[in-house]
């Protein structure tokens, strides 16, 4: 008989580990990292939005410009 550890190892869909420092965190939800381009003299500010998800830590939200995912409904 495997222990309960293996028996259920791999199976959860999320990963308890922020995708973008690396560390866990009990608080971790997905999130698009937002690019910001600061203004300058020749260039207007922006921003850019990575369409893929990543799952990050809420001090990485805290520090990074990003974008809730949407629930799907
Ligand atoms: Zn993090």
């Known amino acids: 008989m495997l222990p309960v550890w293996a028996a259920s190892g791999t199976v959860?869909?999320?990963?308890?580990a922020c995708e973008n420092c690396g560390g866990d965190d009990d608080e971790?939800?997905?999130v698009h990292r937002v690019y910001v381009v600061p203004e300058s003299w020749d260039t207007?500010?922006?921003?850019?939005k990575v369409d893929e998800a990543e799952l990050w830590c809420f001090s990485c939200r805290?520090?990074?410009?990003?974008?809730?995912?949407?629930p799907e409904t």
């Open 44 to 48: 207007p500010g922006s921003s850019t």
């Open 12 to 16: 959860g869909k999320v990963e308890r």
């Open 28 to 30: 971790l939800i997905l």
């Open 62 to 70: 805290s520090q990074y410009p990003h974008e809730a995912v949407e």
